[in-house]
């Protein structure tokens, strides 16, 4: 063989192995980048999955702080009417904070027996056409009674019993059981429609009896009132977990919820695209633990999430590969002449290569910021510190050469405030002026991003012509190219996070889509943290109902026995005295019911302002009840001291309180009882200073009295009493004797007032001071009141057959019979049973009455009237009347109470308002008559003063009828 085709031979030799070689590598090559786009990708359809099921967690999560706050509402509450549900559920905003949720409801657990209330308390509510659905007789009910918001979606669902269907059932026992949420399986909701239907499902929250134990599945059975609940329509709850990657999923993923853990058609709760997808390249199946419940999760790659495959990368290294290689094979071939040629071509192949591998590890760069900030949102405390640690991780995780994040303020100039920034800055935050308005200061990055709701890119600092007020200061800090990424939740941007780079062109598509999924996490997770406070927020709340009453913030009942507790401890141990003044506001009902409840609450908060001016600081003031409190002093008091602090609870209240325009006087009866004397525990003494009360109220009210062991005995004797009126009105032991009413210029008898005596079987005739109070109390006023009335007719009827001028029968009537009973029936059917003339019956009324339901009070009285019955006005002066009241109604006398007629010969006050009374009964065209009249000078006084009649001791005290038919008889021999 010749040299020459030696030569020859070596020249193809060598190309054809370097071609051979070339094409191996770059196979190699291709593959390895392929294999590392396929990873990559897998890695990112891995993380999606992670994050639309912790989107479905976190969501769920929410929903369920929804329930126990709203149970919360019933536990701190005895009753949560209609109007509390509404308020409360208009104020937790559902449809602008929590999208998916269809509302939140309450339904109520109904006995069968109790069916028929039910119906009729919910139809008097407003509700004509409530009734429970489906029907038909079941043992128990579970009506919803309470579903907000009212849309008409939600109306159609009241009434209907979840209790019927076994799904829900299932869902509600094991929740009322386990005493935790539960939701149930797949469901059709009964608000659905065959127009838009879509699959739902159910949350239940158990709510138990106020106080009422629970910790066991007995009890909870037993003590269980209903359950608060939130329904879900399944398309509308992912809309609103996924938020604006609905759209974007629904292209790239498909997902799909099946109910429990098979993967059957008819248990589908939710798919993306409504198809099966069995060829796709990643397929990802979750079963995920929801409240006592399980969802089966499926998702699949689609077409155009698995085009990313295509690596760019890869096809580079093939192309560059194959090139390489002819040109190594071209180079093998002329190596001799042109090898400086062929080590150009491989050192840039070699820059290709790297810059490949930069533009790699940039995105890794960006996965990895990705999932440490998603690491910061799960384990955030605080809405600054997140917005720090992702500012300072964008940073130094990122590789980014500043990050600040701005909020857009709703002021007049629209500005956008940073609230935090990391990385090399150098004050330029603060040199810059940034708007989101459409101005100079507003069209920048920034701006741009918070107005329009999209992320800005700035590609290139020096070239953009939106840059312009900001170029010099950016250029002197070295930032090149920045990104603004609008923070959106809900529909609303709240502000942006702003990155900055320090070579132009930095942001590349992959990059950017990475860093706008990490704007979308950070608007949620600040949203969460606000949520978070807010409801605790709510619970601080519950809290402070605990232990401290609502209206006036001071101590409850609960609070108070506990600073009792610890200072009784002290006491002991220092021999000291801990005491405790029970204050009972005089005559506060008639505030309420004469002014209003509104009214009654600012006199409550006015009465405690004065109470804080004038008890010891250290002292503790607690309403226990509505117009009742307690003051707790604890330390070195002895009587004299607790005497000094209850004087002066009286003298400040000496001064009338002025409520809009209401002149009022107030005034407290207060009883004391002291630790260890009076008792060594917080209900006793709290018994005993109530008890002490009743003494103060006996002494004239606006006083205070110890207690005393012969309060207790009183209070024995009450209660003995008490139990006796049964018997008492069963066994007829009552007797009426009656007390002359005198004409001042005749002398003659007018009328006869009838006094109930109790002819006691063991203690005698017992008067009406010591169980008239315990009658009215216990409600056995009405039995006797009605005796009293028939009684006095009769014995009127007998006097009008026997006497030509027989005197007028007056009967007091009570207030509680005018509240609770039919007065006028009574009163017609005593007359018709009697026989008695109506003009000789006379019905006294106190002036509470004219206080109560005045409308109805009205109607009584004029029906009165219409029978011919005479009405007066016992007691007059010592209330409320209004002279309107007077001038309406058809009154026939007033009464002038004794305690006037005995102060108007030595108090000029006295004087000035008897002669008052008379004036204004007079120019009424009234009958004017004063009772407790004992010497000759106050009958001299009244007789002067032109009073028309007299009732006292001075003529007679109240005798049985015998007795006074002889007054009446000596009357006709004196006349004849």
């Known amino acids: 063989m010749s040299k020459g085709e030696t030569t020859s031979n070596r020249a193809l030799l060598i190309p054809g192995i370097f071609l051979l070689l070339g094409l191996t590598l770059t196979y190699f090559l291709q593959s390895s980048a392929r294999e590392a786009a396929r990873e990559a990708l897998h890695d990112e359809f891995k993380f999606r999955v992670s994050e639309v ?56 657990v109904v006995q069968d027996k109790d069916k028929a209330r039910h119906l009729s308390e919910m139809r008097a509510s407003g509700l004509a056409n409530y009734d429970i659905r489906p029907a038909g007789q079941r043992d128990l009910y579970t009506p919803i009674v309470y579903l907000e918001p009212s849309t008409s979606r939600n109306h ?33 909701l009964v608000q659905e429609t065959d127009q838009d239907l879509q699959s739902g499902f159910l949350m239940y929250l158990p709510v138990y ?57 008819s248990r589908q709760m939710f798919n993306t695209d409504g198809q099966s997808h069995e060829n796709a390249q990643f397929h990802a199946v979750q079963r995920i633990p929801l409240f006592g419940h399980q969802w089966t999760v499926v998702i699949d790659s689609l077409a155009p999430f698995e085009a990313r495959m295509r690596s760019d990368k890869a096809n580079i290294i093939a192309l560059a590969g194959t090139i390489a290689s002819l040109l190594l094979a071209l180079v093998g071939w002329l190596l001799a002449t042109a090898r400086a040629r062929a080590l150009a071509i491989a050192h840039r192949m070699t820059e290709e290569l790297q810059h490949s591998e930069a533009a790699q590890k940039r995105l890794n760069r960006a996965l990895r ?17 997140l917005l720090s640690e992702i500012c300072r991780l964008c940073v130094e995780r990122g590789g980014y050469l500043m990050a600040w994040v701005g909020y857009a303020e709703q002021d007049a100039h629209k500005t956008v405030r940073p609230i935090a920034q990391s990385g090399y800055e150098s004050g330029y935050l603060e ?32 070239t953009n012509p939106a840059m312009a007020p900001w170029r010099e200061a950016a250029s002197q800090r070295g930032y ?51 949520t978070r406070e807010e409801h605790a927020a709510a619970k601080d709340r519950l809290t402070f109902l605990d232990h401290f009453d609502s209206l006036t913030h001071l101590p409850n009942r609960l609070l108070l026995r506990d600073r009792f507790e610890r200072a009784a401890l002290t006491a002991k141990s220092a021999q000291e005295t801990v005491c405790l003044l029970y204050l009972d506001l005089d005559r506060f009902k008639q505030v309420n019911d004469s002014l ?11 009465v405690v302002e004065r109470l804080r001016q004038c008890v010891p600081p250290a002292a503790t003031i607690s309403r226990v009840s509505g117009d009742e409190f307690v003051v707790l002093l604890a330390g070195n008091y002895d009587t004299t001291g607790i005497a000094v602090v209850a004087n002066a609870i009286r003298d400040v209240f000496a001064e009338p309180l002025t409520i809009d325009a209401h002149v009022l006087n107030l005034s407290f009866s207060i009883g004391i009882s002291l630790y260890p004397g009076d008792g060594e525990d917080f209900d006793t003494l709290l018994k005993h200073a109530h008890t002490a009360i009743g003494s103060a109220k006996e002494a004239g009210r ?22 006796g009126l049964s018997n008492a009105v069963r066994h007829g032991e009552f007797l009426l004797h009656y007390q002359p009413q005198i004409d001042i210029r005749s002398g003659r008898i007018t009328g006869a007032e009838a006094l109930i005596r109790w002819q006691h079987p063991t203690d005698g005739l017992v008067p009406p001071g010591k169980f008239i109070s315990l009658a009215e109390r216990s409600g056995h006023i009405m039995q006797i009141g009605e005796w009293v009335l028939n009684e006095a007719c009769r014995q009127g009827k007998v006097w009008m057959d026997q006497y030509p001028e027989a005197p007028v029968v007056a009967v007091n009537l009570s207030a509680l019979q005018f509240k609770h009973g039919n007065v006028l029936d009574m009163v017609a059917k005593a007359l018709a049973t009697s026989g008695l003339r109506p003009d000789r019956l006379e019905l006294e009324l106190t002036e509470s009455i004219l206080l109560q339901d005045a409308e109805a009070t009205m109607k009584t009285l004029r029906g009165l009237k219409t029978l011919g019955v005479k009405l007066s006005i016992d007691d007059f002066g010592t209330g409320y009347s209004s002279l309107s009241y007077l001038k309406q109604l058809a009154i026939d006398k007033l009464k002038i109470d004794q305690s006037f007629v005995w102060d108007m010969l030595s108090d000029e006050d006295g004087a000035s308002i008897v002669k008052a009374i008379i004036q204004l009964g007079h120019t009424l065209q009234l009958t004017v008559i004063a009772e407790g009249v004992e010497t000759d000078a106050q009958l001299a006084f009244l007789n002067t003063v032109g009073c028309d009649e007299a009732q006292g001791y001075l003529f007679s005290r109240p005798v049985p009828a015998e007795q006074l038919a002889k007054l009446l008889e000596n009357e006709e021999t004196e006349r004849a």
């Open 53 to 108: 099921l912790g989107n479905i967690d976190r969501r769920l999560q929410s929903y369920e702080q929804i329930l126990e706050s709203t149970a919360g509402l019933f536990a701190a509450s005895n009753q949560v009417g209609r109007g509390d549900f509404v308020e409360y559920v208009r104020a937790l905003k559902l449809e602008g904070k929590y999208p998916g949720i269809q509302g939140v409801g309450f339904a109520k």
């Open 156 to 188: 159609r669902a009241i009434g209907y019993d979840m209790y019927s269907e076994p799904v829900r059932r299932a869902a509600l026992e094991k929740a009322r059981d386990e005493e935790k949420i539960q939701i149930s399986g797949k469901v059709r």
């Open 209 to 265: 009896q106020r106080k009422a134990t629970h910790q066991t599945i007995e009890a909870r059975r037993a003590n269980l009132i209903g359950w608060v609940y939130a329904p879900f329509r399944m398309n509308d709850l992912m809309a609103g977990i996924l938020g604006e990657r609905f759209g974007e999923v629904g292209t790239t993923l498909n997902l799909e919820i099946f109910d429990g853990d098979s993967l059957q058609p």
């Open 369 to 385: 910021l990705l999932s440490d900030c998603n690491m910061a949102l799960v384990h955030a405390e605080e809405e600054y510190k």
């Open 431 to 462: 040199k810059i002026s940034i708007s989101w308005a459409d101005n100079e200061h507003g069209r920048g990055p920034t701006g741009t991003a918070i107005r329009s709701g999209r992320p800005n890119v700035n590609q290139n600092i020096l």
């Open 480 to 530: 090149q190219s920045s990104v603004a990424l609008p923070l959106i939740c809900e529909a609303r941007v709240l502000g942006a996070l702003n990155v900055y780079a320090h070579d132009p062109g930095a942001f590349d598509p992959e990059e950017l889509h990475l860093l706008e999924e990490l704007a979308n996490d950070l608007a949620y997770g600040i949203v969460a943290l606000r």
């Open 596 to 606: 209003g409840y509104a009214v009654g609450d600012q006199v409550l908060v006015g």
């Open 702 to 723: 606006n006083t205070y009295r110890f207690f005393t062991r012969e309060m207790n005995a009183g209070l024995a004797e009450q209660i003995r009493l008490t139990g």
